[in-house]
């Protein structure tokens, strides 16, 4: 790539004052580097998969609004996590996790449980419960 | 305390820290140099893995690589601690500071809240230097970054003990011994003939073979997956290729910087022609870069659009192929 390739988009890093450096040879093939606001393809890729994100918080919204699962799996899409990285953020083995999304399994967790989870989302216990609030 | 610490910004933020750091302690080394003697460069696709719902390919080798190759290969010793407690990793922090020695850490991203909301994913494998503290703030030198920053003691406990895949365990690195002068001569020919080799292995998962059976996975993905998954997939790979610290066309400008830079070193003028030749290459991972993301920005492509971006990765891998063969005969 050029120098005077290297593309200037506008992307979501311009609202955090970052320039991100490439790598691209001048006009006598000199290597030298260059800062890019931002590239298309690259800011569509990123924009589809938040938007993949939104789509799977929005729908596990709507699974705890018909009580087919607890809270937790919401807020766990919310914080863009897995049951892996939220397993590991709470230290409790993925299984138990995931036995947690059944809202009559939630239901009966200590008051313990309950504020380990609103302190990995970094909510209140009673946000944790009710998610409208 | 504030140590008198250069910051200078760096494409990947491993390298970044590394090159920062010999800089510190006075020795100049480029950022390709620290990634082409790293052997940072690679193609791999993980299959056993997901990261955000979809497979994970990668472009350069696992965090922690590139600085321990290098050190091994220049002469340099590294001191590498990790922490149970985080209080006993703040005191060691504190104590390498007061002793006015600046320290990579590895961070997780989610809750470093100097990046933008959509770059803020549960990636464990970044890179920054702590080079003092002022008035409870940690100052940061974060190589992806144009300037200097801060981080509460809070927030950096937060991202030095993120949880997940590559959980960082506040691991704390820094050299702490080093040789009369660096030897980079040598260095380069072991950095390049490791690169070579990681291209070119017989393994499926590994290399130029890998780059093939992501092509051919992309041409199956939209009757197996479904079009809607079929497009998330892609746009990982896309997204590994040019993320922040790629240096753009997934690192191979980086390493066509280095080959331009070693083949001074070496008095080899075939390193200059084949530093042209990556950097083609790496403009044919841009272009597979473009077509793919006109696939998932229509979100209803044909499957005749797969096909062609999966003939663009092969191409690329036989391109790819002949080109780590050269840089094998050429040095």
């Known amino acids: ?133 | 305390m504030e140590i008198n610490f250069t910051h200078k910004q760096s494409a990947h933020c491993e390298n970044g820290v590394v090159s920062n750091l010999m800089r510190f302690n006075g020795f100049e080394v480029s950022e390709p140099m620290v990634f082409g003697i790293g052997s940072g460069l690679l193609f791999s696709y993980l299959p056993f893995l997901k990261v955000n719902h979809a497979p994970v390919v990668t472009y350069r080798v696992m965090p922690g690589f590139i600085f321990n190759r290098f050190a091994k290969r220049v002469g340099v010793k590294i001191k590498r601690e990790k922490f149970k407690n985080p209080k006993q990793a703040q005191q060691r922090l504190e104590e390498n500071l007061k002793n006015n020695n600046p320290v990579g850490l590895q961070v997780g991203v989610y809750n470093l809240l100097y990046f933008p909301d959509e770059y803020r994913f549960h990636f464990n494998a970044h890179n920054m230097v702590v080079y003092g503290k002022k008035e409870d703030r940690y100052l940061i030198s974060d190589p992806v970054m144009e300037d200097v920053t801060s981080l509460s003691e809070k927030e950096l406990e937060k991202v030095r003990f993120a949880k997940g895949a590559f959980a960082p365990k506040g691991h704390m690195y820094y050299p702490i011994s080093f040789p009369e002068k660096l030897d980079l001569e040598k260095a380069i020919i072991k950095g390049i003939k490791h690169t070579c080799k990681d291209m070119t292995a017989p393994v499926p998962i590994v290399g130029v073979r890998a780059i093939k059976k992501i092509a051919k996975l992309i041409r199956k993905w939209p009757a197996k997956k479904g079009i809607k998954t079929a497009n998330h997939y892609l746009g990982q790979i896309v997204r590994m290729q040019e993320e922040i610290g790629t240096g753009g066309g997934g690192f191979r400008y980086i390493y066509g910087a280095f080959l331009q830079e070693a083949s001074k070193i070496l008095d080899n003028p075939k390193l200059t022609e084949l530093s042209v030749e990556i950097t083609k290459i790496g403009d044919l991972w841009r272009d597979f870069a473009v077509d793919a993301s006109r696939i998932y920005k229509n979100r209803s492509a044909q499957e005749d659009a797969y096909n062609k971006i999966a003939s663009q990765l092969e191409e690329i891998a036989q391109l790819e192929e002949i080109f780590f063969k050269k840089l094998k005969k050429a040095i």
């Open chain 1, 1 to 133: 790539m050029k120098k005077s390739e290297v593309p200037q988009d506008s992307s979501s890093l311009e609202s955090a004052n970052i320039r991100e450096m490439y790598y691209a040879v001048d006009e006598n093939g000199e290597y030298t580097t260059e800062l890019s606001t931002g590239w298309d393809p690259k800011k569509i890729a990123l924009d589809n998969a938040i938007q993949d994100i939104k789509e799977r918080t929005e729908a596990a919204k709507q699974k705890v609004l018909k009580n087919e699962t607890s809270p937790i799996e919401y807020y766990m899409e919310l914080n863009k996590m897995d049951v892996g990285i939220l397993a590991s953020y709470v230290g409790i083995w993925t299984w138990r996790v995931k036995r947690h999304f059944k809202p009559s399994v939630f239901k009966k967790l200590s008051a313990k449980t309950y504020q380990k989870y609103a302190d990995i989302f970094d909510i209140t216990v009673e946000q944790l419960k009710h998610i409208e609030n």
